[in-house]
């Protein structure tokens, strides 16, 4: 148990919606980072936020972006999707950028 | 950006069996995490070694940064240790290895 949660733990969609996806950060955790998952491979960085501020970004394009809120909510969102948007989607928190980092249960994205 | 390289991709053992996992890194590390991710997906937590030797009961970690490479060592392995198992330097962008998928047989 990390205490942190995400929501919804699966989703179905269809090419060209949108989705947001949802994370609880453990309490005073200032960061959130958020991972894509694929089939069979390691998770891949999207993006991290301190203090509500993004704070580095990985090879993921700007339909990918998320929010960062003063309650240790979190937001994943994703525009236009496309098939190969199809993962299990993690989120992180750590008290400060570079600690540990404690995963949530992730939420399985399937595209139609 | 940095590099990670896991081994063996793949690994069979017999309970009670030992093993040793390894991460290679392409330049120097500053805080490794090892992780279990179990079949439903949940990353856990197994250690923070940036550098040195830690132990938590059958696990343990060494990590020799100067040589960009840590090892997790699993002793009398059991059917739960089950699952893939991730090595990744937490420097903001956390760089994950590809996993070491770990079948412990009965």
């Known amino acids: 148990e990390t205490g942190v949660t995400q929501s919804p733990t699966h989703l179905i969609k269809t090419r060209g919606q949108q989705v947001t996806l949802r994370c609880s950060s453990q309490s005073g955790h200032n960061t959130v980072s958020w991972y894509q998952q694929a089939l069979g491979q390691g998770p891949q960085f999207i993006f991290q936020?301190?203090?509500?501020?993004?704070?580095g970004r990985g090879n993921f394009p700007p339909r990918f972006s998320g929010l960062q809120f003063p309650n240790y909510s979190s937001e994943l969102n994703v525009n236009a999707l496309e098939l190969d948007d199809s993962a299990l989607y993690l989120c992180?928190?750590?008290?400060?950028?570079?600690?540990?980092?404690?995963f949530g249960p992730g939420t399985r994205l399937l595209v139609l | 950006g940095i590099q990670v390289e896991q081994s063996p991709p793949d690994l069979i053992l017999q309970e009670g069996a030992n093993s040793t996992l390894r991460c290679n890194f392409s330049?120097?590390?500053?805080?490794l995490q090892w992780f279990h991710q179990n079949p439903w997906g949940q990353l856990i937590n197994l250690f923070y070694i940036p550098s040195g030797t830690k132990q938590n009961g059958r696990l343990s970690a060494t990590t020799v940064a100067t040589e960009r490479y840590s090892l997790l060592y699993i002793s009398s392995s059991q059917t739960t240790d089950s699952g893939v198992y991730f090595c990744?330097?937490?420097?903001?962008?956390?760089?994950f290895g590809a996993g070491t998928r770990l079948t412990v047989k009965p």
């Open positions: 330049d120097s590390v500053n805080n």
């Open positions: 936020y301190y203090r509500e501020e993004e704070n």
């Open positions: 992180a928190s750590s008290l400060d950028p570079g600690e540990t980092q404690y």
């Open positions: 990744a330097d937490n420097n903001n962008d956390m760089r």
